[in-house]
């Protein structure tokens, strides 16, 4: 079952129904977020024995044909995922593909190529792709996947139709918890204030049973230890995507500053302990602390060193100020 993206997904269904498929998309967004999801679903939809077009009831793949089923087993002849070997994707594995994307499709409409993680093409890869996406054979079509639009080369992304995939709001992403996993209202607004929309990543909180912890109070809104930092440093190394989730605390921080309707807060279930850390803070250190936390994202998303940039992040987040 799909969630969410839904304006995307008609977009990319109108253009099988309108035979307006192009050569080369590129899917962007934060990670987990259901590009991948999406991007099978659309390769389905396409080569799909018995594609549904019934808008009332459901629109794509019909998930129980012979090439559906293949698809999503991974073992469809004119469908392919390629994905880093080791830690990029390299220029063999792009010449790979050339080398088969020439041929007709042996039993699709089309032969489909999905890049996972395509920023990690290596320079080489890359400019060897652009050979591909300048002249795309006419039944074939490539999805590139990328978490960080900007490290993927101008030219590679001036040649693909570039879709956004934004996360699903709290609210909407809790709502599909309670609904479709039966959780309780607080947890759901917990794994979802945890995952900032991305549904991939909240699924995996709710099936593999560590998520006890996840709506605790981070240690770093309430220790004035300095030596506390490294340790927080590190922890936050380790998980950089829980940088995210620091954002929606000092967020309802700041919130509660502005007197906003506590209701509002992502971490209401924590009003009253939330009301004691706000008065340490003022609304200029709370500010500065969300601008803070994204300006270390950005810096990963460059290739900073990850600790690093951590590191600093939380000594600049650590000073105490009493609320003017």
Not at 64 to 75: T, V
Request: glycine share 4%.
């Amino acid at each position: 079952m799909i969630f969410g993206h839904q304006k995307i997904r008609d977009q990319l269904y109108h253009a099988i129904e309108t035979d307006r498929i192009v050569g080369a998309y590129l899917f962007v967004g934060m990670p987990n977020v259901g590009k991948e999801t999406i991007a099978l679903n659309f390769a389905q939809s396409i080569n799909c024995l018995d594609y549904q077009i019934d808008r009332a009831e459901r629109r794509g793949a019909c998930q129980k044909c012979l090439s559906c089923r293949k698809m999503g087993d991974g073992n469809h002849p004119d469908f392919e995922t390629i994905r880093p070997d080791g830690t990029s994707i390299k220029i063999d594995q792009i010449r790979q593909v050339q080398s088969r994307i020439i041929f007709r499709p042996i039993e699709g409409k089309r032969k489909i190529y999905l890049f996972t993680e395509a920023e990690r093409m290596n320079l080489e890869a890359a400019n060897c792709l652009l050979k591909t996406l300048e002249e795309p054979p006419a039944e074939s079509t490539l999805i590139l996947i990328v978490n960080n639009i900007d490290a993927l080369l101008p030219t590679i992304r001036s040649r693909c139709q570039i879709l956004h995939f934004q996360p699903m709001a709290i609210a909407d992403l809790a709502q599909v918890l309670v609904q479709q996993f039966g959780l309780s209202h607080d947890r759901a607004v917990a794994i979802s204030a945890n995952s900032q929309g991305a549904i991939g990543r909240a699924l995996t909180l709710c099936q593999d049973g560590q998520h006890t912890e996840i709506d605790q109070i981070p240690e770093i809104l309430t220790t004035t230890d300095r030596l506390s930092a490294f340790r927080i440093a590190e922890a936050l190394s380790q998980e950089p995507e829980q940088l995210d989730t620091l954002l929606t605390w000092y967020r309802d921080l700041l919130m509660l500053h502005q007197r906003v309707d506590p209701q509002l807060l992502i971490h209401a279930h924590h009003l009253e302990k939330l009301q004691q850390i706000m008065r340490h803070y003022s609304r200029r250190h709370l500010q500065l602390a969300i601008e803070t936390i994204f300006e270390t994202k950005n810096r990963i998303a460059h290739n900073v060193n990850a600790t690093l940039a951590i590191e600093v992040m939380v000594f600049n987040l650590l000073p105490r100020v009493k609320s003017n």
